[in-house]
């Protein structure tokens, strides 16, 4: 089981960045896609970004395309998520977590959650 924990959130306005972590033990990210996704009060938790073992593939929600870049350091065990131009909306706890099969978008298909880190971008 791979243990993952995120870091990097906190309080930003709009038009801002905040870079996300997400620190890998017990397992390496190394051949694992990883993802990130997004609950907002209210919400379910939604998509945002993920990348292939390699590092060379990234796939992003529509909402976020152009403004988030997702990266990854296999070395290191860690995946990262710059969030550049930040709006209200992407207010959210951000979670990353492990792929284990099927599409990529879908929640369910992922397993091995972090505790999530809060981004709150004000108006």
């Known amino acids: 089981q791979m243990q993952l924990v995120e870091s990097g959130g906190g309080l930003v306005e709009a038009g801002g960045s905040l870079r996300l972590s997400c620190a890998a033990s017990?397992?390496?990210?190394?051949?694992?896609?990883m993802g990130w996704f997004r609950q907002a009060p209210g919400k379910e938790r939604e998509f945002v970004a993920a990348i292939n073992w390699y590092g060379d593939r990234p796939y992003y929600t529509d909402s976020v395309k152009g403004r988030f870049t997702i990266s990854r350091d296999n070395a290191k065990n860690t995946v990262y998520l710059q969030m550049n131009s930040l709006k209200p909306e992407d207010t959210a706890v951000y979670y990353c977590a492990a792929h284990r099969s099927g599409s990529i978008n879908y929640r369910g298909n992922y397993k091995d959650w972090g505790q999530g880190t809060q981004v709150t971008v004000s108006s």
């Open positions: 017990g397992r390496t990210v190394s051949y694992v896609v």
